[in-house]
């Protein structure tokens, strides 16, 4: 197995890492409470999902 000859500089080092980062997840609004959510899942508030109740939730 091949070992390095030379130390991998840190600029070397994080230009091959710059594919691997987060990305931030997309939102959208509710159209019942128009808190934001996640695309294509229930409203943790209300509880509302493509126009009807999907979840139970408390209200106060």
């Known amino acids: ?21 987060k990305d931030v997840p997309n939102l959208a609004t509710c ?3 128009g808190e934001a959510i996640q695309p294509h899942h229930a409203c943790p508030s209300c509880g509302a999902y493509k126009g009807r109740t999907a979840v139970e ?4």
Not at 6 to 19: F, W
Not at 57 to 60: M, N, Q, R, Y
């Open 1 to 21: 197995m091949g070992l390095p000859k030379h130390k991998i500089s840190k600029s070397r080092r994080d230009k091959r890492r710059t594919h691997q980062k």
């Open 31 to 33: 159209p019942e409470c």
């Open 57 to 60: 939730t408390e209200k106060e």
